[in-house]
Each structure stands twice: as structure tokens, then as C-alpha cells.
């Protein structure tokens, strides 16, 4: 049977890993390359490295990190922030990427999505959608430039033209809940899940083993992000997977 | 020993040379016909369209990776690569496959999602090289829209919307449908496994 998969994100601001609330207050929380390596033997079925640096300078130290982290990993390892064309794309897949995740350069130019799947497969392109809750009953927009900016697109629509357009796999953020530890938005998740074909990542909010039996449960995620909860040691990923496998979500565990 | 990882324009050929490299064996990745001719170990990887492997024949390293056959080279195809050692697939109808394994390869039924994305459990159901090490039942990373059938040769098969074919083996040729470079520990062990091959 396919299992679930526990996906560990690394946000990367300049060689290090952070992690911040609702996109704010960030602290460091180690090297990324011994953290991927660290959540990869821990059982980590995949490990997302996104790179939230806002200056050009930092920016650089990126194919450098992404390459000491790909070295001596052996799961699917995704790479993710300022990636803007087809080139950025191919200096990160050369650094040892196996998936790159787009996110505001895919909302300001579609046509990325579809030139990286040409190119590398759609196995290859994630897009990244961070949607905020609306006033209106289920309604989700679509943020961009690491949530700074409300780019007035609904969430759902957002989702379906990545799939048409190419992308294999939606990663989906929920800004209401990210850093939080109070679950995952279930409702937003189970929305887009059910609107694409392309299997869906559940990111924000991760908390307890529960809230990720939830949010595979009700929200009908095919895999789920974890950040904060892992880095600081709070939740062991085996025990994570061991708890959410007695609780019957299928998992790849022992491994 | 040298091991061509043949380049045929089909995605990312980076992880399968580290894993490699990791083994502590000399891997290249190569486009050029004599040299995958003259390598100890081929392997066929891709990802993507079926039709890329269109590509293989025009650049004449379809002879060259037959007569490897012939000659006993181990040849390992990964994902696209294994489907391209099947007679055909229904991806792209008008292209010829090298027929190693019988029969079409097929989309997912709609019943399931597509594509199929992850890590799933392996069932082997025969005596194989590749596998011998490695603890009954492992999981494995999988990522593709089409399946490969279940031949008499397969070894290892998987249930997705139904069974197809995990793995298949036929004296020196050997097929796998998830990517071993990416499968921790269970496919480093199976590169090393067709990197320690004898035949």
C-alpha cells in the first residue's frame, strides 16, 4: 500500500536553517546539511529545503548548501525559493536536487511550471501555494513573496491550473497555521485535495502525531510537512511514525 | 569497473551517479554509443515521457546496449528505463520498447490517483539477484503515471490500483519501476548488489 509520507522542511535564510511563526521571528536551528542527514536516518521520507533568503548575497550560498545536503542523501530531496527560470531550475537540479518547488515566480509566470516539466518531468515540479483564510465561508487566496503579498487568486483555481500546466505535486501552506503548532488546517487541505488529481503536501501547523493523522484522515493529504516540531527535538520522527501507524495510517516504518 | 549511466535527454541523471559514487565506484554519464558499448555495468535510468526513448534509437545506442546484452554486460533499467526493456507502452503507441519483458505498459486506472508518488511496499515473489540482500518486503520510492505488466520474469510487484511489475530480472537484465537512488538504505543495497554481480 502507498504509505503516508513525513516530509522534514528545512527553511534555509544564508547557509542556516531558521524557523520563525506565521512567517516571522526566525531563530537558528542548525546546519542544514547535518539536519537533512539527521531527519533522513531519524526516517524522514523526504526532505523539502526551502531557501527564505531575501538578499542576493545570501542567495549565492545556496547551490553550495544544496549541494553538501544532496551528497549523503538518499531520499527524494526537494529545493525550493527564488527560483525564477528554467536555469535556476537546472543549477539546482545540477547541485543534486530531485524537485524543485516554485512559488511566487510560478504565480508570476505560469509558463515556468511547464517549461521545468518538459525539461526534468513533472515528478520534478512542485509548486508551493501559501493561502490565507478569507472572510468568506472556504475561501482561501493565494500569497506570495513569503507571504507578504496578497496576490487576490483563490486558492482552488490557483491549484488546478499549476496541475493543468504541468506540476506533479501541490505543497500547501497554511499561513493561518504555520509555526503554530496548533494542527493543520484540515478544511483548506481537503479542499485542494479533492480539486487536483496531483497528490497534495499538507504544510503549517504540525503540532502532535494527531494532528498529522488528521490532516491524512479529513483533509486527505498524501504526504505532510514538519518543521519546528522535528528541529527541536519536541517530536521524534519514529515515534511520530510509530504513533500514526498503530493509529492505522499506513507508513514506511521500520525503515 | 566502469559504470555508463546512459544520457538520453530523459531528466535528472545527478542522483543515480552519487549513489554510485557513494558505493565508491567510478560512474559517468554518457551519451556516446562506443562507450556504453565498452562499460562493465550499463544502467538506463529517466524519468518523464516515453517518448524520449525515441532518442535511443536514433543515436544508435540501442545496438550498442543490445550487443552488451549479448554479450553478458549487466544492464539495469530504473523507471522509464525499465518500461523501455518491455515491448511497448501505450504512452506512445508507435514506439518499439526492447522487447526484453512482454507486453504494454499502462496509465494508472482512474480509480487512483495519478501519478503514483511515494514510498510503497514491495512484494518479491521470486529468487533475485538484485534483491537477495535485502530484508523481505522493503519499501521503495516510486514516482510514475504509467506500469509496467506482470511478466514471468517479474521478481518484485507492487499494488497501486491493481498489481504491476516492482522489478523484473531476466539472466543479466534487470528492471526496476522505483528509483533505487533515492530509496535509502534498501536501494543503495541493490546498486551495490548490481554493482557485486557476477554474471
Redesign the interface.
Known amino acids: 500500500?502507498?504509505?503516508?509520507?513525513i516530509i522534514a522542511c528545512l527553511d534555509v535564510d544564508g547557509g542556516r536553517v531558521v524557523k520563525g511563526v506565521k512567517f516571522l521571528n526566525l531563530r537558528d536551528a542548525g546546519d542544514p546539511a547535518e539536519l537533512a542527514l539527521a531527519h533522513?536516518e531519524a526516517g524522514a521520507?523526504e526532505i523539502v529545503l526551502l531557501d527564505i533568503s531575501a538578499t542576493a548575497e545570501k542567495r549565492k550560498t545556496l547551490l553550495e548548501t544544496v549541494r553538501r545536503t544532496?551528497?549523503?542523501l538518499?531520499?527524494?530531496f526537494t529545493v525550493g525559493g527564488g527560483i525564477r527560470s528554467l536555469e535556476d531550475a537546472s543549477s539546482v537540479?545540477?547541485?543534486?536536487a530531485?524537485k524543485v518547488s516554485l512559488n511566487s515566480a510560478a504565480v508570476a509566470n505560469p509558463e515556468l511550471i511547464t517549461q521545468i516539466a518538459e525539461r526534468?518531468?513533472?515528478?520534478?515540479a512542485i509548486v508551493a501555494i501559501d493561502a490565507k483564510k478569507m472572510n468568506a465561508p472556504g475561501s482561501y487566496q493565494v500569497f506570495v513573496a513569503g507571504g507578504r503579498t496578497a496576490t487576490g487568486r483563490d486558492a482552488c483555481d490557483w491549484a488546478r491550473e499549476a496541475e493543468a500546466r504541468g506540476a506533479?505535486?501541490i505543497l500547501l501552506t497554511s499561513m493561518d497555521r504555520d509555526g503554530t503548532g496548533a494542527g493543520f488546517d484540515c478544511e483548506l487541505t481537503r479542499m485542494i485535495s479533492t480539486s487536483v488529481?496531483?497528490?497534495v503536501i499538507a504544510s503549517g501547523g504540525a503540532g502532535s502525531a494527531a494532528h498529522f493523522a488528521d490532516v491524512f484522515r479529513d483533509g486527505h493529504a498524501?504526504?505532510a510537512l514538519a518543521a519546528s516540531i522535528l528541529h527541536y527535538g519536541i517530536t521524534k520522527l519514529g515515534d511520530l511514525k510509530q504513533e500514526l501507524a498503530a493509529a492505522g495510517i499506513p507508513m514506511?516504518w521500520p525503515? | 569497473m566502469s559504470i555508463a549511466i546512459v544520457d538520453y535527454g530523459?531528466?535528472?541523471l545527478?542522483?543515480v551517479n552519487?549513489?554510485f559514487d557513494?558505493l565508491g565506484h567510478e560512474a559517468f554519464i554518457t551519451a556516446d554509443a562506443e562507450t556504453v558499448h565498452r562499460a562493465d555495468r550499463i544502467v538506463v535510468p529517466g524519468?518523464?515521457?516515453f517518448t524520449a526513448t525515441a532518442s535511443i534509437d536514433s543515436t544508435g545506442l540501442r545496438a550498442a546496449i543490445e550487443s552488451a546484452i549479448q554479450r553478458g554486460t549487466p544492464v539495469l533499467g530504473i523507471c522509464l528505463g525499465m518500461q523501455w526493456m518491455f515491448a511497448s507502452s501505450a504512452e506512445a503507441s508507435g514506439l518499439k520498447g526492447l522487447g526484453i519483458f512482454s507486453g504494454e505498459c499502462e496509465h494508472f486506472p482512474s480509480t487512483v490517483?495519478?501519478?503514483?508518488?511515494?514510498?510503497?511496499?514491495l512484494c518479491c515473489t521470486q529468487i533475485s539477484k538484485l534483491f537477495a540482500k535485502l530484508e523481505p518486503g522493503p519499501?521503495v520510492?516510486f514516482?510514475?503515471s504509467y506500469r509496467a505488466p506482470i511478466d514471468e520474469y517479474t521478481v518484485a510487484r507492487c499494488?497501486?490500483g491493481g498489481e504491476f511489475s516492482a522489478a523484473v530480472e531476466r539472466d543479466n537484465v534487470f528492471g526496476v519501476q522505483f528509483h533505487p537512488?533515492?530509496?535509502?538504505?534498501a536501494?543503495?543495497k541493490l546498486l551495490e548488489a548490481f554493482c557485486n554481480l557476477s554474471c
Request: charged share 25%; proline share 5%; glycine share 12%.
Open positions: 500500500m502507498l504509505t503516508k509520507r533522513s521520507d544532496a551528497r549523503q538518499f531520499i527524494p537540479f545540477d547541485a543534486g530531485d526534468f518531468g513533472s515528478q520534478a506533479g505535486e488529481r496531483i497528490p498524501d504526504a514506511r525503515c | 530523459a531528466g535528472n545527478t542522483s552519487k549513489a557513494c524519468v518523464g515521457h490517483k495519478s501519478p503514483h508518488v511515494g514510498w510503497n511496499q519499501f520510492y514516482t510514475h499494488e497501486y537512488e533515492k530509496s535509502g538504505t536501494g543503495i
